[in-house]
C-alpha cells in the first residue's frame, strides 16, 4: 500500500470515527469499525471500467468472506464532480443487479459535495453523506435487517441527523472535515 493510500485510509477512518460514529449520524457502525470488520479499497485510477471491476470483485469477496462484514470503494483522484459520481454510481448500482446481487447487497453513497434532492448546497443536514471522497460503501443487505429490527425508532434516524447537522451548523462540519483532512495519523 502506497503512502498515499494509507493516508486516503487513515482520512477515512477519522471521517468514520468522528462524524459517522462521533455524531451518531448512523447507530449500526460502531460495532462494526471497532471490530476492524470494514475493508479499504483506495482506486487510484481513473479508469471507471477498472473501478466497475474492483466493484464486482469486493462482491464476490463480500459474497466469500465472512470476517469482512462492509466495504469501503474510496475514489480521491475521481468523480471530484457531483453528476460525474450520480452516473458512477448508477452505473455501479446497474452492474449490481447485473451480477445478481440485488437483494443480497446495496450500495450507499457518499461524497464531499453530496447534495440532496430538493437541499441546498449551505444545508448543513448533506454532511449525513458529505466525505472526505468520493467513495461507495458495500452494504449486507441481511447486516441491514439484523441491524434495523434491533433498533428502536430507526424511521426517526434521519429526521434526528438532519436536525442535529443543522443544529451544529455548515461552517462547523466544514470545519470538521477541514480537520480530518489536515490529520496525518
Known sequence: MTPSEQL????????IEQVVIGLNLCPFAAPVFKANRIAY????????????????????????????E??????????GQFDDYLDFLEISN???????YTGSYQLASFHPDYLFEGSTEDDASNYSNRSPY???????ERSIETAISSYPDVERVPDNNIKKLR????????SIIRHILNERS
Open 41 to 68: 479499497l483506495v482506486m487510484e485510477d481513473s479508469d471507471t471500467a477498472a473501478h466497475l471491476q474492483r466493484l464486482a470483485a469486493c462482491l464476490a469477496d463480500l459474497e466469500n468472506t465472512a470476517t469482512i
Open 134 to 140: 468520493p467513495m461507495l460503501h458495500l452494504l449486507r
Open 94 to 100: 446497474s452492474l449490481l443487479q447485473e451480477l445478481n
Open 70 to 79: 462492509t466495504s469501503l470503494l474510496i475514489y480521491p483522484e475521481t468523480y
Open 167 to 174: 443544529q451544529i451548523g455548515l461552517e462547523k462540519m466544514q
Open 8 to 15: 486516503v485510509i487513515q482520512h477515512t477512518k477519522n471521517w
